[in-house]
């Protein structure tokens, strides 16, 4: 997922079509749904992978979005992406909470 970020650029100076409020919930989305695969491939012990490096690359996007022309760099959209892999993570680590005996 981090390296459609890196091609995805080749679309240089094409303006983003999608309302502002729609591009927000595809940061959301797209981030949380890469710290949750991440989350889940590596395990409930190291959900601390997750939270290091799905933001490391999502600064790391907007590091790249800053210098690309056609592009803008947010500090909001950072901002939802660490909503987003907050969120992912928390519910890998609900859903991978070992079971109670007896309960349902």
Do not use: C
């Amino acid at each position: 997922m981090a390296a459609v970020l890196l091609l995805a650029a080749q679309g240089i100076g094409k303006v983003n079509a999608v309302p502002p409020i729609a591009h927000k919930l595809e940061h959301f989305l797209y981030y949380g749904g890469m710290a949750a695969l991440l989350a889940y491939g590596v395990g409930r012990r190291r959900l601390w992978i997750p939270l290091l490096v799905v933001p490391l690359v999502g600064v790391l996007d907007e590091w790249h979005q800053f210098f690309t022309p056609g592009r803008n760099s947010s500090a909001l959209d950072w901002t939802i992406d660490l909503a987003g892999i907050l969120v992912a993570v928390y519910v890998v680590y609900r859903a991978t909470a070992p079971k109670i005996k007896g309960e349902r």
